[in-house]
T-cell receptor
Framework: AQSVTQPDIHITVSEGASLELRCNYS??????LFWYVQSPGQGLQLLLK??????LVQGIKGFEAEFKRSQSSFNLRKPSVHWSDAAEYFC??????????FGTGTRLLVSP | EAGVTQFPSHSVIEKGQTVTLRCDPI?????LYWYRRVMGKEIKFLLH????????ESGMPNNRFLAERTGGTYSTLKVQPAELEDSGVYFC???????????FGEGSWLTVV
């Protein structure tokens, strides 16, 4: 069965520091991969997606993610975190049947 | 272009009562989905409509949940009777018929007391 693992439940990063959120997936074929963000009291916003091609994808708000097939990973990165980035981040895989499987989420805290 | 809209944004009901959540997908999107996140757990798929037809309802937890999409436009998700464990956030989402990108609404936050 398809699954997504986000091993870090909480991460605290200082404002201005770099960020990497980990995501590993389990899926037999080439997956469609997504990162969504949920800010406090808000809905799910699509940050970026990977379907094929260049394995480094750029998203909104200065985020990027790199697909590594050999590691079954799709880690999210940002070079310099802003206080407004504090939110919960979800990695998800579309199994090709128009159904998303989500990870458990990583809550990002940004310290001054 | 309007995004996926959901109503109500928040609802507090007593155990045993009925709640109906509404979702308006992005205009032109044939695919409509319901997901939910309960008790801080992962977001889980409930069901998928293609136009007015249920394509996949494998995630519906039990027969207290009824989803409809009459006319292939907006959808409703009814919980009757509501139980405490139904508390959580119910997300609606939609996608184009030829697209693999799914866009979510702001969610309907349900609290059953």
């Amino acid at each position: 069965a398809q699954s997504v693992t986000q091993p870090d439940i909480h991460i605290t990063v200082s404002e201005g520091a770099s960020l990497e959120l980990r995501c590993n997936y389990s899926y037999g074929a080439t997956p469609y991969l997504f990162w969504y963000v949920q800010s406090p009291g808000q809905g799910l916003q699509l940050l970026l997606k990977y379907f094929s091609g260049d394995t480094l994808v750029q998203g909104i708000k200065g985020f990027e993610a790199e697909f590594k097939r050999s590691q079954s990973s799709f880690n999210l990165r940002k070079p310099s975190v802003h206080w407004s980035d504090a939110a919960e981040y979800f990695c998800a895989v579309n199994t090709g049947f128009q159904k998303l499987v989500f990870g458990t989420g990583t809550r990002l805290l940004v310290s001054p | 272009e309007a995004g996926v809209t959901q109503f109500p944004s928040h609802s507090v009901i007593e155990k045993g009562q009925t709640v109906t959540l509404r979702c308006d997908p992005i205009s032109g999107h044939d695919n409509l989905y319901w997901y939910r996140r309960v008790m801080g757990k992962e977001i889980k798929f409930l069901l998928h409509f293609v136009k007015e037809s249920k394509q996949d309802e494998s995630g519906m937890p039990n027969n207290r949940f009824l989803a409809e999409r009459t006319g292939g436009t907006y959808s409703t998700l009814k919980v009757q009777p509501a139980e405490l464990e139904d508390s959580g956030v119910y997300f609606c989402a939609s996608s184009h018929s030829s697209g693999n990108t799914i866009y979510f609404g702001e969610g309907s936050w349900l609290t059953v007391v």
